[in-house]
Nanobody, 126 residues
Framework: QVQLAESGGRLVQAGGSLRLSCAAR????????MGWFREAPGKEREFVAAMNWREDSPTNYSESVRGRFTISRDNAENTLYLQMNSLKPEDSAVYYCNAGRGGYTGSNLENWWNWWGQGTQVTVSS
């Protein structure tokens, strides 16, 4: 069974940095596209970043995080990362790792994913 486990979330001051990790089990990691979503209290779950399983495909970012966050993966370690820089209070949310077998497109990345982790809390203080 596919299992995704996020880690790395914590309290951090505005302007600081965090790196979130997502450890994947039960899947051939290199054949899965991976992404990150986040959910703040009282708000809908929001797309953050994603990367297709093909290494020559571009990454995707929401407008709110583009230029500050970087998604990456280590296929040898079955791990997905989200490097978060210049953090803002509005970045506070539970961050979820997500996966889907094969590739997504720019038009379906909001709803394409099949597996989700339990989330890790990121709190940015001002």
């Amino acid at each position: 069974q596919v299992q995704l486990a996020e880690s790395g979330g914590r309290l951090v001051q505005a302007g600081g940095s965090l790196r979130l990790s997502c450890a994947a089990r039960g899947l051939t990691f290199s054949r899965y596209s991976m992404g990150w979503f986040r959910e703040a209290p009282g708000k809908e779950r929001e797309f953050v970043a994603a990367m297709n399983w093909r290494e020559d495909s571009p990454t995707n970012y929401s407008e709110s995080v583009r230029g500050r966050f970087t998604i990456s993966r280590d296929n040898a370690e079955n791990t997905l990362y989200l490097q978060m820089n210049s953090l803002k209070p509005e970045d506070s949310a539970v961050y979820y790792c997500n996966a889907g077998r094969g590739g997504y497109t720019g038009s379906n990345l909001e709803n394409w994913w099949n597996w989700w982790g339990q989330g890790t809390q990121v709190t940015v203080s001002s």
